[in-house]
């Protein structure tokens, strides 16, 4: 298959996995961001039609989180848009317990277009990769998140059952919940990251607000209340237990989490 795929979020945790990916496999694919020669932008709608040119098919990750108001109202006009272009799919990730993300889902449902939605927990790569990098590597991560599980997912998973989705027609219009293989709470996840690490990473909870001033200066107001509601609320349980998506989409299981923080210890990334 030669067409191209168009990847919005190639610099994410999962875009840039898929991107690597169908390179390796010989597929062109037009990666967008703000910055790049053929730009795309969330908030200038203007930008979307000349990204969506040309495209067979694309793999979509909404910045900052489809859980966000009007997340829905985007995806619905990007898909229009795709749609009058003569895109043939696209492939949306999404999260679990999300009213705003299951939204988006089904404004994508709705728009007539051929559709795939990857259906994601928390990531692993958050410890490696994201923005609790710096408080592992400052040996204590305080979060507002208590004593429920929460099944991590691997970006590299995700990743997989997205390449999935986008190059076999049996993954058309089939939603992929995807989850690691059991459930930790964040206490249970650094500690695992501790012994992988081979130094002291401690978990603290806090209150939502102490989390909140924390964050003050350090991201912007819209991330911090994301993050707020993804603790506080979307954190409550509602997605503890484990999904099969990776296991019915690959089949085969999805990586543990004491794998990939054996794995993440070895490369160094956590090392003072």
């Known amino acids: 298959m030669n067409d191209m795929t168009l990847i919005i979020g190639a610099n994410g945790k999962t875009g ?4 690597a990916q169908l390179t390796a496999r010989g597929i062109p694919v037009r990666a967008v961001s703000r910055s790049t020669e053929i730009p ?14 040309g495209v ?8 900052p989180d489809l859980a966000v108001e009007g997340a829905d109202e985007a995806i619905a006009h990007l898909a229009k848009l795709a749609l009058d272009a003569g895109m ?5 990730l999404s999260g679990r317990g999300e009213p705003g993300a299951q939204r988006a889902e089904a404004a994508l449902w709705e728009s007539g277009l051929p559709w795939s939605v990857v259906r994601a927990s928390w990531f692993n790569q958050n410890f490696s990769e994201g923005y609790l990098l710096g408080s592992i590597l400052d040996g204590e991560l305080a979060l507002p998140a208590g004593p429920v599980p929460e099944p ?3 970006a590299g998973d995700i990743a997989d059952v997205a390449v999935a989705t986008l190059t076999d027609p049996r993954h058309l219009n089939r939603l992929y919940e995807v989850t690691g293989p ?3 709470t964040f206490a249970e996840a650094v500690d695992a ?3 992988a690490a081979g130094r002291t990473i401690r978990f603290r909870e806090v209150s939502a607000a102490d989390f909140a001033a924390s964050m003050e200066g350090h991201a912007p107001q819209e991330v911090i209340d994301l993050l707020l509601d993804l603790f506080t609320v979307v954190l ?14 690959l089949n085969r299981p999805p990586r543990d989490f004491a794998v990939y923080a054996a794995e993440m210890a070895a490369s160094g990334v956590w090392k003072v």
């Open 193 to 195: 990251i501790s012994r």
């Open 152 to 154: 991590f997912i691997d």
């Open 16 to 19: 840039g996995r898929v991107k």
């Open 40 to 53: 795309f932008d969330w908030n200038r709608p203007e930008t979307w039609k000349a990204a969506l040119a």
């Open 182 to 184: 059991r459930a930790l």
């Open 56 to 63: 067979t098919r694309a793999y979509v990750s909404y910045q």
């Open 236 to 249: 409550d349980g509602r997605n503890s237990a484990v999904a099969d998506g990776v296991q019915t989409a």
């Open 88 to 92: 043939k799919q696209m492939v949306l």
